[in-house]
C-alpha cells in the first residue's frame, strides 16, 4: 500500500515538471530563452518527459524574474508618481497660502495710506486698489495673479523697476 502511495505521488511529481515545463516554455518570450529555440525544447520536453522538463528548468528558461515580482517591487519615493504629486499640490498650496498672507499683510500695512488719494482723487492708487480688492491670490487655484502686482509706490514715479528687486 504504501509503495503504490509512493509511485503515486512520484508520477504526479514526474507529471507536474513536465506539464510546468512545457507551459513555462511556451509563455517564455522566444529572444529570452536560453540554448535552443522554442520548437526544439517543447520536443525535448514532450520526448523526454522527465528529463526534458528538468533540462529546461536548468539551462533553457530565461534567467530574469517574472513581470509580477518587478511591479511588487518597492518604490522609494521618488518613483512613485503619486507621492510626487502630492508634494507638488502640498507646495502650491503653502505658496498660495504665503502669498496670500504677504497680499493680506501689505493691503493692511499700506491700505490707510492709498485710500487717501482715492478720495481726494489725484492718481496713483485708484487702479490698484480696485485690482486688490478684485484679485486676491491663492482663492482660484492659479498662481497666475500675485500679490506682488501693487507696488508700495505709484506708478507712474520714474525709477520705479529696480535690477536687483526679487518680484
Not at 511529481?13 to 529570452?32: E, Q
Not at 507621492?83 to 501689505?106: I, P, V
Request: a negative charge; charged letters at 30%; proline letters at 8%.
Amino acid at each position: 500500500m504504501i509503495r503504490a502511495i509512493a509511485i503515486i505521488g512520484v508520477a504526479a511529481l514526474a507529471v507536474g515538471v513536465i506539464i510546468y515545463s512545457f507551459f513555462d516554455c511556451l509563455r517564455s518570450d522566444p529572444r529570452d530563452i536560453r540554448g535552443i529555440r522554442r520548437g526544439p525544447w517543447i520536443a525535448v520536453i514532450l520526448l523526454l518527459p522527465v528529463i526534458g522538463g528538468i533540462l529546461w528548468l536548468a539551462l533553457g528558461r530565461p534567467r530574469y524574474a517574472p513581470a509580477s515580482s518587478q511591479s511588487a517591487r518597492a518604490k522609494g519615493p521618488d518613483d512613485d508618481p503619486n507621492f510626487l504629486r502630492q508634494l507638488d499640490e502640498k507646495r502650491r498650496s503653502e505658496q498660495a497660502d504665503a502669498e496670500l498672507e504677504e497680499w493680506e499683510r501689505r493691503r493692511r500695512a499700506g491700505g490707510a495710506a492709498q485710500d487717501a488719494p482715492d478720495d481726494s482723487g489725484t492718481s496713483g492708487g485708484s487702479g490698484d486698489s480696485a485690482t486688490e480688492t478684485t484679485d486676491s491670490p491663492g482663492t482660484g487655484g492659479s498662481s497666475s495673479t500675485t500679490p506682488h502686482d501693487s507696488h508700495d509706490q505709484p506708478d507712474d514715479l520714474p525709477g520705479d523697476e529696480h535690477p536687483d528687486d526679487p518680484r
